[in-house]
């Protein structure tokens, strides 16, 4: 069965340097997400991405995230300057189609440990 | 905005017992609602959904969860649980004019003692 894998499965970095978290969607879906969990906390969405644009990011996607597909396969997360509440797991998901009606099928996540 | 509560971070159920785990959601317009799970060191899988059809929604695994707009409620069953529904729940909500966008609970870990 088809699957989203994500790549690592824990990354440690120090303070102010730039992750980038790696995601291969299910490969017919032209859907792309994001979302990520704080220890003890909600799974919050960060971002949507369709047709190589951002289709709706949250709040907290701010300046210091941004998103990249940067060939058919592969669908990045990049950190730019990570803080220490960037410590999360981060889910990519991807799906078939928009809308609540298509299921969004999740990665294992990455746990990012920002030191 | 949409939300989503979920009663209880942690319920222990017997096996064989009947497994509950309670979702009230907020919104303000009529909700598409899910649940999944997740195990261990695995991504969150999909067990079932409501989209405005059914409002008795069978998932996979034997789960079911009802759809009540009265309580404004997605509780999550199984009748009988069993050892492999050890894992984490959670409960989300979207709606059309979000897009994609799921708004998860906070999710509700199940123990299931032999």
């Known amino acids: 069965e088809p699957e989203v894998t994500q790549t690592p499965s824990h990354q440690v970095t120090q303070m102010g340097q730039e992750v980038i978290l790696r995601c291969v969607p299910i490969s017919n879906h032209l859907y792309f997400y994001w979302y990520r969990q704080i220890l003890g906390q909600k799974v919050e969405f960060l971002v949507s991405f369709y047709n190589n644009e951002i289709s709706e990011k949250s709040e907290i996607f701010d300046d210091q995230f941004s998103v990249e597909r940067p060939d058919g396969s592969n669908f990045t997360l990049k950190i730019r300057s990570t803080k220490l509440e960037d410590s999360a797991m981060y889910f990519c998901?991807?799906?078939?189609?928009?809308?609540?009606?298509?299921?969004?099928?999740f990665g294992p996540g990455t746990r990012l440990t920002v030191t | 905005a949409q939300s989503v509560t979920q009663l209880g971070s942690h319920v222990s159920v017997s096996e064989g017992a009947l497994v509950l785990l309670r979702c009230n959601y907020s919104?303000?317009?009529?909700?598409?609602l899910f649940w999944y799970v997740q195990y261990p060191n695995q991504g969150l899988q999909l067990l079932l959904k409501y989209t405005s059809a059914a409002t008795l929604v069978k998932g996979i695994n034997g789960f079911e969860a009802e759809f009540k707009k009265s309580e404004t409620s997605f509780h999550l069953t199984k009748p009988s649980a069993h050892m492999s529904d050890a894992a984490e729940y959670f409960c989300a909500v979207s709606v059309e004019a979000a897009g994609n966008k799921l708004t998860f609970g906070g999710g509700t870990r199940v123990l299931v003692k032999p």
């Open positions: 998901a991807s799906s078939e189609g928009t809308g609540p009606a298509y299921e969004q099928y």
């Open positions: 919104s303000s317009v009529p909700p598409y």
